[in-house]
């Protein structure tokens, strides 16, 4: 029976995590871990006409700061939601299939989700959804230290480590006449810029 490949729940997950995922017989999401600060836990990155642009969720920071991820909860005292959706549909407004899948994203922006593994779960479906992904998810029922490396990727999708593609396939961006193609960006970036033909770059 083969192992869980163990992954972090992420904000829109970059092409690192989902070619993980793709490839993956079955995945283990962290629900145990004590939560990572300045990780893509809370924050995913898109292509702007400036370059890369980060939207970052808050968080409720408690009296504790060692919190198990389910416990996390998500910070509504100033509107990111309104700020993250506008920024994306001016990111992607202009990109060929955006408006086929608006809807379902907008509601992530509309609703108040309280935690963020949450949050970050009902995104994974629909994302999986629209990638034609059918994977067993399961879920961590503590935290565990893994020997096998090759089946934890709970610290080795990070923004300060390299990209787990070694050798990313193009495809057309919306700024890439002024920003050069930009690789391993949010799974939104793909999506939104070749539609069903997504799931063939993972």
């Known amino acids: 029976m083969a192992q869980d490949l163990i992954l972090p729940t992420c904000y829109l997950p970059n092409l690192s995590y989902f070619n993980q995922l793709s490839n993956a017989d079955a995945v283990a999401l962290e629900k145990y871990e004590h939560f990572p600060k300045q990780t893509f836990r809370t924050r995913t990155q898109i292509a702007t006409a400036n370059g890369i642009l980060e939207l970052i969720i808050p968080i409720i920071h408690g009296k504790k700061d060692r919190v198990p991820m389910k416990d996390v909860r998500i910070n509504y005292d100033e509107p990111w939601q309104r700020l993250h959706w506008m920024s994306i549909q001016t990111a992607y407004r202009r990109s060929a ?87 391993n960006l949010s799974i939104i970036d793909l999506l939104f810029n070749q539609g069903p033909q997504a799931k063939a770059y993972l």
């Not at 809807?103 to 009902?122: C, G, M, N, S, V």
């Not at 879920?139 to 990727?153: K, N």
Request: no cysteine.
């Open 97 to 183: 299939y955006f408006e086929f899948y608006e809807d379902d994203f907008r509601p992530f922006y509309e609703q108040k989700e309280t935690f963020l593994f949450d949050f970050h779960l009902k995104q994974l479906q629909v994302l999986l959804k629209m990638l034609k992904l059918e994977k067993e998810i399961h879920f961590t029922d503590s935290f565990e230290e893994i020997a096998d490396a090759s089946l934890d990727r709970r610290k080795i999708i990070h923004p300060k480590k390299p990209s787990l593609i070694s050798h990313p396939v193009p495809y057309y961006q919306v700024f890439e006449e002024k920003n050069g193609f930009i690789p």
